[in-house]
Nanobody, 126 residues
Framework: QLQLVESGGGLVQPGGSLRLSCAASGFTLDYYVIGWFRQAPGKEREGVSCIGRIGGNTNYADSVKGRFTISRSNANGTVYLQMNSLKPEDTAIYYC???????????????????WGQGTQVTVSS
């Protein structure tokens, strides 16, 4: 059973940066499509970014384009979400999700994820 673990959340001032990590114990995520989602209090969960299986493409929500970058580590299969120029409206619980194993390279085609992490809190405040 694939279990995802997010880490890297915390409190940061507006304009600051955080890097979130998504890892799976005992598995490499190379052949999984990975998505990052977030949910703020009182709001619906929204997709933030996704990455296809290793070598696949990436996709971003309009609200984070140019500020967030999703990537994979070739060394350990961890997926990262680098978040720069953070804004108070980025405050939310961030979740990573996975589907696979798959050869799907176009992550935007994925509509349902099978595995979810427990989430990590990101708070942007002065």
């Amino acid at each position: 059973q694939l279990q995802l673990v997010e880490s890297g959340g915390g409190l940061v001032q507006p304009g600051g940066s955080l890097r979130l990590s998504c890892a799976a114990s005992g598995f490499t995520l190379d052949y999984y499509v990975i998505g990052w989602f977030r949910q703020a209090p009182g709001k619906e969960r929204e997709g933030v970014s996704c990455i296809g299986r290793i070598g696949g493409n990436t996709n971003y929500a309009d609200s984070v384009k140019g500020r967030f970058t999703i990537s994979r580590s070739n060394a350990n299969g961890t997926v990262y979400l680098q978040m720069n120029s953070l804004k108070p409206e980025d405050t939310a619980i961030y979740y990573c999700a996975a589907v696979g194993p798959t050869l799907e390279a176009q992550c935007a085609r994925v509509v349902e994820y099978d595995y979810w992490g427990q989430g990590t809190q990101v708070t942007v405040s002065s």
